[in-house]
């Protein structure tokens, strides 16, 4: 672990002026080693990859970066309200992915747009799939699962176990309240639903499980105030972040996942509630369509019109078999996405740039 900054009160926008702590950091920790001691390099996110790279060139080692989002990316498909990203980082990424050995893309779609954006060297790209905890994201929680003969209903029990009704239409909203991850677009289309069929509001639900974060920030209470503007304020409950095992009980207990994003690079959060046996509502961006299988596992929607979310949202209501049946399929098309793929598939990627630096780099000890 290394520490560099201030432990608190920093704005993304503060983060670049901490990177020479950062490097200060990571120099340290790396003198208390013997010469050679690190293999490989794996930076995350361009701030980390800035220091990845000079630390990788201090020790002759490769590196191994994977961006999760990129700034022409982000500005291409920027919200309303929502802030560019500076050219400081665009200038920085393009240095970043030069100075790669091999760059990891979480889907095909990103390692595109690295090639696209950035003249990444195709050769030099991999596409890793994310993973997640299968073992808690997972329909019933570990010791909670039905014995044989048993029919328990895994939503149900979330439902009683989290005090919501139990014959609710529930679709949830979980993540950072910010422009970019598009909560309003759910409360606009609930608002929709409810004028075209008044008598669903006896049985909708609509939880909003995260915190303010990013350009969200400037207002905290933004998403309140709309809720009681578009006349919904009495479906709409507002809960803070929640625990990891807490956040598998919101998933197992909603109808579906609502994720109307404007920049998705992969959306883990949709794996983790299909994990947990809940179908998928997103919008057709960045990983989402790889994450989701439209029609199967979930619906992919074109688009932020809250029209179309408020179709699908009817579809829910009026055909109630629709989200146990399609929560058992995204609960099988989750398994592929644990974390033991994830890992393996970045070993691989390891020794692809071990191997690639060497015959670069001849060494110097034989």
């Not at 361009?46 to 961006?67: D, E, F, N, T």
């Not at 990203?85 to 690295?114: H, K, M, Y």
């Not at 992969?266 to 809940?278: C, H, K, M, R, S």
Request: hydrophobic residues 45%; glycine residues 10%; neutral net charge.
């Amino acid at each position: 672990h290394v520490d560099a900054g201030p432990y608190e009160g920093l704005a993304k926008e503060d983060l670049p002026a901490q990177l020479c702590a950062f490097t200060h950091g990571v120099m340290q920790a790396w003198a208390g080693h013997r010469p050679g001691y690190y293999d490989l390099v794996h930076s995350h996110y361009w701030l980390s990859g800035h220091v990845g790279w000079l630390a990788a060139q201090r020790w002759g080692a490769p590196l191994v970066h994977a961006m999760h989002t990129m700034a022409k990316v982000k500005n291409a498909n920027l919200a309303d309200g929502d802030t560019p990203e500076p050219a400081a980082r665009v200038i920085g990424e393009t240095q970043i992915v030069a100075a790669s050995d091999r760059l990891i893309a979480n889907t095909a779609e990103e390692a595109d747009e690295l090639v696209r954006h950035y003249a990444a060297d195709p050769a030099k790209v991999a596409v890793v799939h994310p993973g997640v905890n299968l073992d808690r994201f997972r329909p019933f929680p570990k010791g909670a699962e039905p014995g044989p003969g048993e029919r328990t209903d895994a939503r149900a029990a979330a439902r009683a176990r989290l005090g919501l009704p139990q014959d609710a239409l529930i679709p949830l909203f979980a993540g950072r309240i910010q422009p970019l991850k598009a909560p309003d677009i759910l409360l606009r289309a609930v608002a929709v639903l409810l004028d075209e069929r008044p008598e669903l509001r006896s049985r909708i639900l609509v939880p909003v499980v995260g915190g303010p974060s990013g350009s969200g920030l400037a207002k905290p209470e933004g998403l309140q105030k709309l809720a009681a503007r578009l006349g919904i304020a009495d479906v709409v409950c507002f809960r803070p972040p929640v625990g990891q095992e807490q956040l598998a009980d919101w998933f197992r207990a909603a109808s579906v996942l609502v994720m109307p994003s404007y920049s998705e690079s992969f959306g883990l959060v949709a794996i983790e509630a299909q994990a947990a046996g809940t179908p998928v509502l997103a919008a057709a961006v960045g990983g989402l369509p790889v994450a989701v299988r439209d029609g199967h596992t979930g619906r992919l929607v074109e688009g932020h019109d809250p029209a179309a979310y408020a179709r699908v949202l009817r579809d829910f209501a009026d055909n109630p078999e629709l989200v146990p049946r399609m929560g058992d399929a995204a609960a099988r098309h989750a398994q592929s996405f644990g974390w033991d793929s994830a890992a393996a598939a970045t070993a691989d990627v390891y020794t692809a740039a071990i191997h690639a630096h060497r015959r670069r780099v001849p060494s110097h000890h034989g």
